[in-house]
């Protein structure tokens, strides 16, 4: 049999296994949909793409998710990689599964203006989906998964950069679904592209211990089991020694080698009850030493994530400590797979069914914290809101509040309500006043105190606070209670910092620039961008290098334009009647002046072309010399082509006399040269003086030089002489720049 086809079938045995009922035919479809949309596209390695999708649904089924899912796995890429739209997939497997598929796609053909803005939309897509059906992103971490097992066949920079997104991305949100299987093999397998040299160690010294590991575990296991069939308690008791990546944040955060390392080993035992749980406990303390402050009990208190066990930390007879997991075999189902283990729709039951509004409250919250952030700002705050180590407190009702690491009354106040911290005027932690700084403890009953007088939160609790949720609340109020002072606030950084880099607001400011300076920032209007620079939600130096790369960008955007528009690169050609050769012969009549604006003496009629070498424009004096089949070319007196010294005396009859006409023509092409001291930013300051002088550029060019200077070239457009003399005193007042000249033959 094919191996691919191998392959399916065991997938499909897998599904069968926990799916009553389910249609083979179906699933068979999406399978060969996927493999002749997929046909011709290979891996990384040359096998073929079909793979891919293959091994994503082996997880899928893996994690026991329902039919609708595992058909998604296969069909992830189509949408994406293939010419399927979500229309067709909607129509063969059904809008779920079409919905599925678009929430794992990634807006791949979409242009962003930077990495950071296209990571945040692809997330802010995710979580979105992720918040209407949850299997978005459990199909999502397969993906990732799969692509990490095979990350050895893309290049070391793709390697680090896909890795570094798992570790600060997908792995925290395995942690916050509770899927620490998964979590775990995320981190090891970033770790070892991330730093290859500490994972190869810490392996290695893994391995070399192996057998006193296994003896240690297989020792303290037997005592433990030993010690429940004594108290009668049924239960599987099993140790491991910690996954690569824990042991090497700890070395790394502690700076221990691997010996130092405090609890190296865990154990775990399942029983069938939560009353059991605690008889273990009991027993286990009985058993060995425990470490005070090193006991949590997550059943009495689970984590948001829904992981419920309870841990502790105990030192053995030969002084080695280790930690114990407690926990019934449904918290042991979900603390492996997490929200998996909670499916419900292999029961049958509906979308809306799936879960409870607190299981996924935090992607709701996510999402609403960050609707007003920009894109590094949304990254940023999402990897510290994933990974943030949490407190539990609690409200005088009694109600758990889960909190950063660090929280302060604060981030209590602003947890209950917006209000609650908008009107705070105190707090309570346990019966006691404490300041607005004041660290929470796992267990504190915090108490607001609250006034409807209350002049609302000061600027400095925004360093206070450590929850994001809090922040923002705090920078919502500012932006709504205090638009005026934040716009004359941030329109006094934003000035300062402009000024600071060299920038000119009236520059920005110009009709036909200032819409698409406001997008790349965007606001609809500068005030709403002063106003979140005044209440905290922008900084202006952020605001001002985003816009000093779109001034970059339209600079380039219009010279590329106009080098597009332009009929030929050798010259400016100005074609007055036809375009097609003159006869020299045919070039007689009275003096009329061309389109061009030129008049040739004793000619009429007549092409006239604009010398390349010396690009003149109305105002120079000009001299004509009539070429082969092509006209009359004009250039500088001043040229040295056309230098009488050097002209040949066979072709003294060939040179004319020229002269401009006032009008007619709207701009003329010429070319200046700078020399400069090189330096960053310079072709921008180029860019903006020419943008302040309202001319059009046609290209703009920069090299730099051996000796620390650098060569601009500029291509524009003007309408005299007198006009190209004024660019030519703003481009001489830019820093650096020694001397501009116009191009000269050569």
Known sequence: MDPILERYQALEDKVSAYTPGLDTQRLYRAFTYADAEHKGQLRKDGTPYITHPLAVAEIVADLGLDADSVIAALLHDTIEDTNATHEEVAKQFGETVAALVEGVTKLSRVQYTSKEEEQMENLRKMFMAMAQDIRVIL???????????????????KQREKSLETMEIYAPIAHRLGMQKLKWELEDLSLRYLDPVGYKEIEDELAARSSAHEEFLAAVQQRITQRMWEEGIRCK????????????????????????????????????????????????????????????????????????????????????????????????????????????????????????????????????????????????????????????VFTPNGDVKSLPAGATPIDFAYSVHSAVGNRMVGAKVNGRMVPYDHHLSNGDIVEVLTSKTAKGPSRDWLKIAKSNEARNKIRQWFKKEKREENIATGRAAFESELKHVGLKLEAITAPEVLPSILRKVRFGTLDELYASIGYGGTTAVKAVARIRDEMLRLGRLQAEKAAA?????????????????????????????????????????????????????????????????????????????????????????????????????????????????????????????????????????????????????????????????????????????YQVVRASGK
């Open 139 to 157: 199909i999502k971490i397969c993906d990732r998964l799969h692509n990490m097992r095979t990350m050895e066949y893309q290049s070391p920079a």
């Open 565 to 737: 528009a332009s009929k030929t690169t050798a010259e400016s050609v100005i074609v007055p009647g036809t375009a097609a050769p003159v006869d020299v012969s045919q070039l007689k009549g009275s003096n009329k002046h061309t389109d061009s604006g030129i008049i040739v003496e004793g000619l009429g009629n007549c092409l006239v072309k604009f010398a390349k070498c010396c690009t003149p424009v109305p105002g120079d004096p000009v001299v004509g010399f009539i070429t082969r089949g092509y006209g009359v070319s004009v250039h500088r007196q001043d040229c040295p082509n056309a230098d009488p010294g050097k002209r040949k005396p066979e072709e003294a009859a060939r040179w004319v006399k020229v002269s401009w006409v006032e009008g007619s023509l709207p701009s003329y092409q010429t070319s200046l040269e700078l020399s400069a001291k090189d330096r960053d930013g310079l072709t921008l300051d180029v860019a903006m003086a020419l943008s302040t002088a309202k001319v059009k550029v046609s290209a703009l060019s920069a090299r730099s030089m051996p000796d620390g200077y650098a060569s601009v070239s500029v291509v524009l457009e003007v309408k005299d002489r007198e006009e190209l003399s004024s660019v030519i005193n703003k481009l001489n007042n830019i820093q650096g720049v």
């Open 237 to 392: 008791v099993y140790g491991r020694v910690k996954h690569t990546y824990s042991i090497y944040r700890k070395m790394f955060a502690q700076n221990k080698t691997l010996d130092e390392i405090f609890d190296l080993y865990a154990f775990r035992v399942i029983v069938d009850d939560i009353p059991e749980c605690y008889n273990v406990l009991g027993c286990i303390h009985d058993m060995f030493k425990p470490v005070l402050g090193r006991f949590k009990d997550y059943i009495g208190t689970p984590k948001p994530n829904m992981y419920q066990s309870l841990h502790t930390t105990v030192i053995g007879r030969e002084g080695v400590p280790f930690e114990v997991q407690i926990r019934t075999w449904a918290m042991h189902q979900t603390a492996e797979y997490g929200v998996a283990a909670h499916w419900k729709y292999k029961q049958g039951l509906a979308n809306k069914q799936l879960g409870t509004e607190h299981d996924f409250e935090w992607v709701r919250k996510l999402l609403e914290s960050q609707q007003d952030t920009d894109p590094d700002e949304f990254v940023r705050t999402l990897k510290v809101d994933m990974f943030a180590d949490e407190v539990f």
